[in-house]
């Protein structure tokens, strides 16, 4: 989506290994979100932030970590601790409960 | 906590014919939204609904919001090959930037 940028498209973790997905928005948007889909299925909130320097956990947060230092970034780390990281992450933004704007995701896979 | 159900999880249907997807929460909602993921892609804003009993129209596309703001339907007369991707509704609760994704209704149209 215009205005939201998420990086890698494809990325490869390794046992044991930490692996940061970025996401970037330029919107000046305050609310940020990661979700992560698996196959077929629907999307799964795994953090939110509402405003810099805050985030709560949603669902699914176990395995995960996230920080939210500037507006414009919401970078998500999957720690060795998400033993099953195999999907596809997805990154929003939005003006508070107004529609959100998703990036063009993120494929993760295990080596 | 609160659960956001969506049915069906699959719809097949001719050219031509109507489709409906619904959405039902444990909970009574702020609002709802409903968004549209291609095969491949990430999800796409259609349309929010705010007010009990509000119904939106975009062209072919018909979205309702239940009278007790629990529920929520979205459909669309006389489908087109276009309309092919998972319709997921989105919805929220009081006071919270959180949104809970439904789990999807897959729809197939059969030329």
């Known amino acids: 989506d215009g205005g939201i940028t998420q990086s890698p498209k494809y990325l490869f973790r390794k046992e044991g290994q930490n692996v940061t997905l970025s996401c970037e928005q330029n919107?000046?948007?305050?609310?940020m979100y990661w979700y992560r889909q698996d196959p077929g299925q629907g999307l799964r909130l795994i953090y939110y932030s509402q405003i810099v320097n805050d985030f709560q956990k949603g669902d699914i947060a176990e395995g995960y970590s996230v920080s939210r230092e500037k507006k414009e970034s919401f970078p998500l780390t999957v720690t060795s601790a998400q033993k099953n990281p195999t999907a596809f992450y997805l990154c929003?933004?939005?003006?508070?409960?107004?529609?959100?704007?998703f990036g063009d995701g993120t494929r993760l896979s295990i080596l | 906590g609160q659960q956001v159900m969506q049915i069906p999880q699959y719809q097949h249907v001719q050219e031509g014919e109507d489709f409906t997807t619904y959405c039902n929460s444990s909970t009574t909602l702020s609002n709802i939204q409903w968004y549209k993921q291609r095969p491949g892609g990430h999800p796409v804003f259609l349309i929010q609904?705010?007010?009990?009993?509000e119904v939106k129209k975009q062209k072919r596309l018909t979205f309702q919001f239940g009278e007790a703001k629990k529920n929520s339907s979205l459909h669309i007369t006389a489908t087109q090959t276009t309309d092919v991707g998972t319709y997921f509704c989105a919805a929220s609760t009081s006071g919270t930037y959180k949104y809970i994704f439904g789990t999807g209704t897959r729809l197939k149209v059969l030329a």
């Open positions: 929003a933004s939005s003006v508070g409960d107004q529609p959100q704007h």
């Open positions: 919107l000046n948007h305050d609310a």
């Open positions: 609904l705010v007010k009990s009993g």
